[in-house]
């Protein structure tokens, strides 16, 4: 087994590193004070073509796989940056690549490789049916050769900074489908068209980091069948392709928050001298680093493994899963390693290691909960009953 990075990777790593380099830690400190969206930074990720990294090459993307797009975003947030501004454009593509007509392919995916459109919003959470996704209420009803699509959705990322949204809405009612996965479907909708004629309205959530998320409410959304992505009543099933992807890429972010928590800490430990010596000779300092690093190595085999899987079009939802459930606990331990090392100067803002233990504590929590994450576990891999 060869475990080692390929040149290519290791290139990959090198150029997001430079990029990430004209956005110190003052950038993201900045945006995170006015909670501004870092469009200079996504301009530069689309301009050198990383935000297309998985957009086949004929239609002007790089075509690369999922594990370059964690490496991506590994070194993003390894670098202090946030890559929460971006990621969506990468794990959507899961589901419009592999279900998506080839006449949305060809009218979308050139000009969101160009920069030209942004697909940073994915529609699927609503306030009474959180993460029992088939409990959905939004409703696209079927009116003629049209759609009509009414309901809300909650914690929906980056709609006011995106121009298309990918929307699973129900098709099918849930109370007329045997299997309750069926008879939900997935849209892509131009959002920017749907708020301009008001049938979606935006109403910003303030959050505890800068997360730009939002609550919609849609009222009348008028859609094709040609808006349809994949196979009506299989949306579930398609935008699980999605979820994987989410999974891992959300796996690697944690891993970027963990490591940038690891290297300040050690950093600072050596540095600081207290009593005489650097406090990191002290083993009650240096241990909760080292015991962090340990799990941000493990946890990254898990996601090379999920990574592996999905892009040889394999199943990956059990390493998906815990590739994110155990790289969010590994940067959380990190965070922690890094508040205890600095001591008051952690709860400093222009240390940033506040602003980064915010950010990170969303991912033990979102895009899915961890005691979720082990209750599949248990269901789907262990055999054991159904908890929920």
């Not at 040149?7 to 909670?35: G, K, M, N």
């Not at 959470?125 to 696209?140: C, L, N, Q, V």
């Not at 979820?243 to 972010?253: T, V």
Request: aromatic fraction near 8%; proline fraction near 4%.
């Amino acid at each position: 087994m060869d475990f080692s990075a390929t040149p290519e990777q290791e290139s990959i790593r090198d150029a997001v590193r430079a990029l990430c380099a004209r956005f110190p830690d003052a950038y993201w400190r900045e945006q995170d004070r006015t909670s501004a969206y870092p469009d200079e930074f996504v301009r530069a990720l689309t301009d050198a073509g990383w935000l297309a990294a998985l957009i086949p090459v004929e239609y002007g993307g790089a075509g690369l796989g999922i594990t370059e797009a964690s490496l991506i975003l590994e070194e993003i947030n390894a670098s202090g940056g946030n890559a929460a501004s971006a990621h969506a454009q990468m794990y959507t593509m899961g589901t419009l690549l592999r279900h998506g007509s080839d006449a949305q392919k060809k009218s979308v995916l050139p000009r969101l490789a160009k920069g030209e459109l942004r697909l940073q919003a994915f529609g699927v959470t609503e306030p009474e049916a959180g993460s029992d996704t088939t409990r959905i209420k939004t409703f696209a009803r079927r009116n003629g050769d049209r759609y009509v699509v009414n309901g809300k959705k909650i914690f929906i990322s980056r709609t006011l900074q995106s121009d298309l949204m990918l929307l699973l809405a129900r098709t099918t009612p849930y109370e007329d489908v045997k299997d309750k996965a069926e008879g939900l479907s997935v849209f892509l909708v131009d959002l920017k068209a749907a708020v301009a004629a008001g049938t979606i309205k935006i109403r910003p959530i303030e959050t505890m980091l800068n997360h730009h998320t939002t609550e919609l409410f849609i009222d009348g959304l008028d859609l094709r069948p040609s808006d349809l992505v994949g196979t009506e009543g299989q949306g579930f099933r398609h935008i699980i392709d999605s979820w994987n992807a989410e999974r891992i890429l959300i796996a690697s972010e944690s891993l970027g928050d963990g490591r940038w928590f690891v290297e300040r800490a050690s950093r600072y430990a050596s540095e600081r001298v207290v009593f005489g010596r650097p406090i990191g000779a002290n083993q009650g300092v240096q241990f909760p680093i080292a015991l962090a690093h340990a799990h941000l190595v493990a946890a990254r085999l898990v996601r090379d493994k999920a990574a592996w899987l999905f892009d040889a079009d394999r199943p990956c939802g059990p390493e998906a899963n815990m590739a994110k459930m155990l790289a969010s606990q590994a940067a959380w331990a990190a965070g922690n390693a890094a508040m205890d090392t600095f001591g008051g100067y952690a709860f400093a803002k222009e240390f940033d290691v506040e602003r980064k233990f915010r950010e990170t504590r969303l991912f033990l929590t979102a895009p899915v909960n961890n005691n979720l994450v082990l209750a599949y576990i248990a269901e789907h891999v262990l055999g054991l009953p159904k908890s929920y």
